[in-house]
C-alpha cells in the first residue's frame, strides 16, 4: 500500500478526541477494531512519567545497545499513563464514525498504573503533564487496567499483525517500549535488543515508522514534533497522547506527500530513532 498523503487532513476539520477510561474500553477498541480495515495507518503516542535513569555518558556517545540499556532500566521501572491513537488512511483521511465527515475522531486512553504519590517519577515531567491538563486522581480511580488492556489488544485484532496495518511514531521507542512491557505482562522488556525488535515484529507486523528518523532523509527538515513542519495542532493540548498522536499523524502525511511523493517509504520502515539497528 503506497503511503502517500494526496489530499492531507485540512485545518478546518473539527477533529474530536475520544477520551477512553475502564467503562468505555470495550467499546472504543470495538470502533478501533472496525475502522482500521479502511484507515489503516495507526499513529501512537504515549505519555510517562519521564525519564529518571541515565547513563554517565553523553547520549551521543552511547552505543546503540547502551542507549536500550537505559531506556529498558526506565521502562521496566515506570509506568504508563496515556496511549493516543490516530487512525486514517493513506490519503489523510480520519474516520468520522457515520457523522457524513462533520467530524473525525482520534483516541486517547488513560491507565491507572501510575500512582503519584507512590511510583517512581521525574517531577519535572510531571508538573508538565499536569500543566497540560492530565488529571493523575482521575486516571488512578477510572482508568484502565494495562494488563487487560493488553489482552483486549490482542483479543480484538489491533495488534499481532493481523492485518495489513501501518504503525507511525515520532521518536518512537520509548511508545513501542511500553507497549511491549504491557502486550509481554507488564514487567520488564527483554535483555537483548534484538529480542526486542522481535516482539515488536510480533505484534506490530514489519510496516512500522519513526517520524524522527525518517526527518534524517528529509532535506531542511529538523527539531521537534511541532517546529518540524509546523503543523496546526487540530484538537488537544501538547503532551496529551491523543492530541500528540494527531499530531503525528499529520505530520507523517504531510512528509510523505512533500519528500517522498513517487515512492512508498518502504526502505524507512522498521528502523526507531537511536535505536537505528535495521530489522
Not at 505519555?47 to 547502551?66: N, R
Not at 493516543?84 to 480520519?94: A, H, I, K, M, R
Not at 510523505?256 to 537511536?274: I, N, Q, R, W
Amino acid at each position: 500500500m503506497p503511503l502517500i498523503a494526496a489530499h492531507p487532513i485540512q485545518k478546518h476539520d473539527q477533529v474530536i478526541i475520544r477520551h477512553v477510561w475502564a467503562h468505555n474500553v470495550e467499546e472504543e477498541l470495538a470502533l478501533i477494531a472496525s475502522a482500521m480495515r479502511h484507515y489503516p495507518i495507526i499513529s501512537i503516542d504515549t505519555e510517562f512519567p519521564g525519564v529518571i535513569f541515565h547513563s554517565d555518558k553523553h547520549y551521543s556517545a552511547l552505543t546503540v545497545s547502551e542507549r536500550y540499556s537505559v531506556m529498558k532500566l526506565n521502562v521496566d521501572a515506570l509506568n504508563l499513563i496515556q496511549l493516543g491513537f490516530t487512525l486514517s488512511d493513506p490519503s489523510g483521511n480520519l474516520p468520522d464514525l457515520g457523522s457524513g465527515g462533520l467530524l473525525l475522531f482520534a483516541w486517547e486512553f488513560n491507565f491507572n498504573d501510575f500512582n503519584f504519590n507512590s511510583d517512581l517519577h521525574s517531577q519535572d515531567s510531571i508538573n508538565l503533564l499536569q500543566s497540560s491538563g492530565i488529571d493523575f486522581e482521575r486516571n488512578r480511580l477510572e482508568g484502565i487496567d494495562s494488563h487487560w488492556f493488553a489482552c483486549l489488544l490482542v483479543n480484538y485484532g489491533i495488534v499481532g499483525a493481523r492485518y495489513n496495518v501501518n504503525w507511525v511514531t515520532f521518536h518512537g521507542a520509548y511508545d513501542f517500549a511500553y507497549l511491549v512491557k504491557i502486550l509481554t505482562g507488564g514487567s520488564s522488556l527483554p535483555e537483548s535488543m534484538e529480542t526486542f525488535f522481535e516482539l515488536v515484529r510480533v505484534f506490530f507486523g514489519d510496516d512500522w515508522w519513526d517520524v524522527k528518523h525518517i526527518m534524517k532523509y528529509c532535506d531542511t527538515l529538523y527539531g521537534g514534533l511541532e517546529t518540524a513542519l509546523k503543523m496546526q495542532r487540530l484538537a488537544g493540548k501538547r503532551h496529551q497522547a491523543g492530541s500528540d498522536s494527531l499530531l503525528t499523524c499529520q505530520t507523517f502525511l504531510k512528509m510523505m506527500e512533500t519528500f517522498f511523493p513517487k515512492e512508498s517509504g518502504k526502505k524507512h520502515a522498521g528502523v526507531l530513532f537511536g535505536l537505528e539497528m535495521q530489522v
